[in-house]
């Protein structure tokens, strides 16, 4: 099920927003700005959970990123907000602080964890934690991935609600969320699809369908800095294999309607895995990278 909600006018805050969706077990469409009229296109955010969580701070970076391109080019706004499971429960919990902070050590690269990678038992105490504490973590992880790819099965649903051509942002599973439900959705209800750190392999991503049902450029923007997605994501997914947000798409996948762009030093900075929401205006407003949003104004 989902509901609407008006993150315009009342002040909603992140906490409030995962409460009652916890509380509900539904999805939430969150009105962030408005446009001058119904025919002007939808910026639709789609989180994560592995930086987003209850952080009121981050999602308002978010937000705020989002709301300035909406405001520029004349769009809606939406953040598009997804129960994770037992995320909710776990995610603030030691089992998935210690296997996050084990995974994010400098120490640790894969050259050092590749021996032990898909062997849980190995694998534990070379993270320098618990077995338990790393099924955990590997199980909140499991069922966040199957509850997105939900979410992109259900896109006509939430398409629905909005009634407008969307153009979708998507960060780490939300950047999962808005490429898969690109190949699911009807000839051109998408205008365009960015990927901020897409937590899905490319064999998991149909492509030929994206480039069938996305009007103009879909992007995925990656990082070999993202030590989350190099380390974690193979761990959750008991895979030798890195994710898109990591490589980017192999040349063969790649077309002129289907592109990687690869960040991992925007400017002065390393682009890691939390990093993209400082990014997010200037990324989707740089006409160097790719076909820009700016034919809608």
Not at 186 to 203: G, I, S, W
Not at 248 to 258: N, P, R
Request: hydrophobic residues 40%.
């Amino acid at each position: 099920m989902w509901q609407v909600m008006d993150g315009v006018s009342t002040g909603l805050t992140t906490r409030s927003i995962f409460d009652s969706i916890k509380r509900t077990k539904n999805s939430a469409l969150v009105h962030w700005a408005e446009s001058s009229g119904s025919d002007r296109p939808a910026l639709v955010f789609v989180p994560g959970f592995l930086s987003e969580n209850f952080d009121d701070d981050k999602m308002e970076d978010w937000k705020s990123g989002i709301v300035e391109v909406a405001e520029r080019y004349d769009f809606e706004a939406y953040g598009l907000f997804w129960p994770s499971g037992t995320v909710w429960d776990l995610l603030m919990g030691t089992s998935w602080n210690r296997t996050m902070a084990a995974c994010a050590a400098p120490r640790l690269g894969m050259g050092l964890l590749a021996p032990v990678l898909l062997n849980p038992l190995l694998l534990a105490p070379a993270l320098g934690i618990g077995l338990p504490s790393l099924w955990n973590a590997m199980d909140v992880w499991k069922k966040a991935v199957a509850n997105a790819d939900e979410v992109s099965k259900d896109i006509h649903q939430w398409l629905g609600l909005i009634n407008r051509p969307v153009i979708l942002v998507g960060h780490s599973l939300g950047g999962r969320i808005v490429l898969k439900a690109s190949a699911n959705a009807r000839r051109y209800n998408v205008l365009q699809t960015y990927a901020f750190a897409p937590a899905v392999q490319e064999e998991d991503c149909n492509f030929n369908k994206i480039r069938a049902h996305v009007e103009e450029k879909s992007t995925i923007f990656y990082s070999q800095n993202d030590t989350t997605l190099n380390v974690w994501y193979r761990i959750g997914e008991m895979t030798w294999t890195p994710p898109l947000g990591y490589t980017g798409i192999t040349q063969k996948k790649s077309s002129s309607k289907v592109q990687s762009l690869d960040v991992s030093n925007w400017g002065d900075s390393t682009m890691k895995h939390d990093n993209y929401r400082y990014f997010v205006s200037e990324l989707l407003n740089d006409r160097r990278l790719h076909t820009t949003i700016d034919e809608w104004e």
